[in-house]
């Protein structure tokens, strides 16, 4: 599975590389590195969007990602330590457990039976 972290704390980015070590894990350290990665690439299985960057609103990141790349829009995940990033998308709240983290790559496995509730 590939999955794309952005989030411009580089300890973030780390953590959940090294968490995330069985997958081809790919990191973003700003909203404008993500699009650039996009533009080139956009085929992920997933992807952990910060709701707060210095460069950029994650919400907003989020909205723009899924408007140009449509597909990825079920793929996205926002993470939080603390503001809400309202919408539908799915949160994953910081600090996250290993479990949290694992619930939420499983719904974006294809071949994951449990995916499909």
């Given at each position: 599975?590939?999955?794309?972290?952005?989030?411009?704390?580089?300890?973030?980015?780390?953590?959940?590389?090294?968490?995330?070590r069985?997958?081809?894990?790919?990191?973003?350290?700003?909203?404008?590195?993500?699009?650039?990665?996009?533009?080139?690439?956009?085929?992920?299985?997933?992807?952990?969007?910060?709701?707060?960057?210095?460069?950029?609103?994650?919400?907003?990141?989020?909205?723009?990602?899924?408007?140009?790349?449509?597909?990825?829009?079920?793929?996205?995940?926002?993470?939080?330590?603390?503001?809400?990033?309202?919408?539908?998308?799915?949160?994953?709240?910081?600090?996250?457990?290993?479990?949290?983290?694992?619930?939420?790559?499983?719904?974006?496995?294809?071949?994951?039976?449990e995916?499909?509730?």
């Open positions: 599975m590939r999955i794309l972290v952005i989030d411009d704390e580089a300890l973030i980015v780390r953590t959940l590389t090294r968490l995330l069985h997958h081809d894990v790919v990191g973003a350290h700003s909203g404008q590195a993500a699009l650039s990665l996009l533009r080139e690439d956009n085929h992920f299985d997933g992807i952990f969007c910060d709701v707060r960057m210095p460069d950029a609103n994650g919400v907003e990141l989020a909205a723009e990602i899924s408007e140009r790349w449509p597909h990825l829009r079920s793929k996205i995940c926002m993470c939080s330590g603390s503001e809400s990033h309202g919408g539908d998308l799915p949160r994953l709240d910081k600090p996250f457990s290993r479990d949290a983290l694992e619930d939420q790559v499983s719904r974006w496995d294809p071949d994951d039976e995916a499909e509730r």
